[in-house]
């Protein structure tokens, strides 16, 4: 089993996943220290104030090195310390240190009318194509890759509210304002991506449905 000094390299921001599975947050925080079993985190900031959490709470956390490979680890918190002055959680007692398999989501072509929060202005966002994992789609505006955005998409009675990283933003050839972004979901829930495959599905089922219809028809 790695230790956390052989995990962590220079990226240190960090994923705490607390709650239940029905209600569950995904609060960012970065490592401030750490050891070879133990790490210091910065006390996340939830609406405007510090998300406070028990002593000897077990936390799970989500961890994605420069290299971009995903980890689990689990750890309690120890307690309330200062790093430079700034307050963190002294999380010991750490378990997994897993690294997660990236999952190859199937994508599907299909138009969506949603909107995109950039840099605090909300945008409209045409989605050319889904899966569970991320989206294609098009925007005027120009956005930063590796920047993160928030994605509305409507889901038939539901509103999916998504956090996401731009892995691509390119100029549309023959366009002025158009572009063609790729985005990546992150911090999904297993509640939103059901809702997203559930969604896939049905599409396919009636792309396949008229296929069949045409040739008999």
């Not at 006390?43 to 995903?70: A, D, E, Q, R």
């Not at 989605?127 to 590796?146: M, N, P, R």
Request: net charge positive; hydrophobic share 40%.
């Amino acid at each position: 089993m790695k230790s956390l000094e052989d995990i962590v390299d220079r990226s240190r921001k960090i994923t705490i996943e607390y709650g239940s599975a029905d209600k569950k947050l995904s609060l960012k925080s970065e490592i401030a220290e750490m050891g070879e079993d133990e790490m210091y985190i910065y006390i996340p900031i939830h609406k405007g104030k510090y998300f406070l959490m028990n002593k000897l709470k077990k936390l799970k956390m989500i961890y994605v090195n420069s290299k971009k490979n995903v980890y689990s680890i689990t750890g309690k918190i120890d307690g309330m310390f200062k790093v430079d002055g700034i307050p963190c959680y002294k999380i010991i007692d750490i378990e997994e240190k897993m690294k997660v398999q990236r999952r190859n989501f199937f994508r599907f072509p299909l138009l969506i009318d949603g909107e995109a929060v950039v840099e605090e202005a909300l945008e409209s966002l045409v989605v050319k194509d889904l899966s569970a994992g991320g989206l294609c789609g098009i925007i005027k505006k120009t956005v930063d890759v590796g920047s993160e955005i928030s994605v509305m998409l409507p889901m038939g009675s539901r509103m999916l509210n998504l956090q996401s990283e731009v892995l691509s933003c390119n100029l549309m050839k023959d366009s002025l304002y158009k572009h063609l972004i790729r985005l990546k979901f992150i911090d999904i829930t297993d509640s939103e991506r059901k809702i997203i495959l559930n969604r896939l599905f049905e599409e396919q089922r009636k792309m396949k449905r008229k296929g069949l219809e045409s040739r008999m028809g």
